[in-house]
């Protein structure tokens, strides 16, 4: 799946952010029947390779991960220093306006851009795609130096989130 920001807005270039991410995926683990394989958090989407085990529905995880993270990360906005905070409140609320499918404010495209990955092909290609993003966007110089990712995992280090790897 890929989540994005509404308007490609770069959102996650604040760690507080970014946190948010990680602490609702590893509640989802921890709670909700989540089993994560890969992720990577972007500027402005997120990568993950997942699913949910046999007594949860990943339709429910993913309505509570966006949801949960839609309002701590508005929330977050409207609390920290943020130097963009009117810009980004404003196109959030725009957006929700527009689209007639939040109250208040819309941080998330609806589309989660749902791949199935029913072979090894697919998964090693989408694993090494995620992984590969932030030294395609010349964040990191190899993929295990990107924190907010689970190529470190991949590394053998411990990443932020507790991944299950794909074999």
């Known amino acids: 799946c890929t989540f994005t920001v509404v308007d490609w807005i770069d959102v996650f ?10 602490d609702s995926l590893n509640y989802c683990i921890q709670h909700k029947g989540l089993i994560c394989y890969a992720y990577v958090i ?8 997942w699913q949910a085990n046999s007594e949860h529905e990943l339709s429910g995880i993913i309505r509570d991960f966006k949801k949960y993270t839609s309002t701590n ?6 609390e ?45 290609q989408k694993l090494d795609y995620i992984h590969q993003n932030p030294v395609k966007a010349m964040i990191v110089e190899h993929p295990e130096d990107y924190i907010f990712s689970s190529a470190k995992d991949y590394a053998d280090e411990k990443g932020l989130v507790k991944i299950e790897l794909l074999q």
């Open 80 to 124: 920290i220093p943020e130097s963009r905070r009117e810009w980004l409140l404003d196109k959030f609320s725009f957006e929700a306006k527009r689209s007639g499918r939040a109250k208040n404010f819309k941080l998330w495209k609806d589309d989660n851009h749902a791949i199935e990955l029913h072979n090894n092909y697919l998964m090693d």
């Open 73 to 78: 990360i508005l929330k977050s906005i409207q």
């Open 42 to 49: 972007m500027s402005n989407h997120v990568h993950v390779i």
């Open 13 to 22: 270039t604040r760690k507080e952010y970014k946190f948010i991410l990680v």
